[in-house]
């Protein structure tokens, strides 16, 4: 019923940037929570940004100063700036929404950064 579609993965050099969105359709409300994880080979899968619809955001750590998330409530769409990407950033990038507790998850996009 709920479908996200993700773009905007791709292979970067390091340094370099990149914007990830993820549009989620199928759904005339608004989302409770959206974000982004990632997991990397041989990884658990990590969270690395997520926004509340009322504009509250929350990084990883790792993610601090570099990532920027956002959202475009009317489009139902989140967005994950990326600058500055390391190597250590290269994963399969999965978004993610939630609805009254409900998790959707989309197929997964896969980033890579070069050293």
């Known amino acids: 019923q709920v479908q996200l579609v993700e773009s905007g993965g791709g292979l970067v050099q390091a340094g370099g940037s990149l914007r990830l969105s993820c549009a989620a359709r199928?759904?005339?409300?608004?989302?409770?929570?959206m974000g982004w994880y990632r997991q990397a080979p041989e990884k658990q899968r990590e969270l690395v940004a997520f926004?509340?619809?009322?504009?509250?955001?929350n990084y990883a750590d790792s993610t601090k100063g570099r990532f920027t998330i956002s959202r475009d409530n009317a489009k139902n769409t989140v967005y994950l700036q990326m600058n500055s990407l390391k190597p250590e950033d290269t994963a399969v990038y999965y978004c993610?929404?939630?609805?009254?507790?409900?998790?959707?998850w989309g197929q997964g996009t896969q980033v890579t950064v070069s050293s």
């Open positions: 199928g759904s005339a409300f608004s989302f409770n929570t």
């Open positions: 993610n929404v939630r609805q009254l507790a409900v998790n959707y």
């Open positions: 926004i509340t619809s009322g504009g509250y955001t």
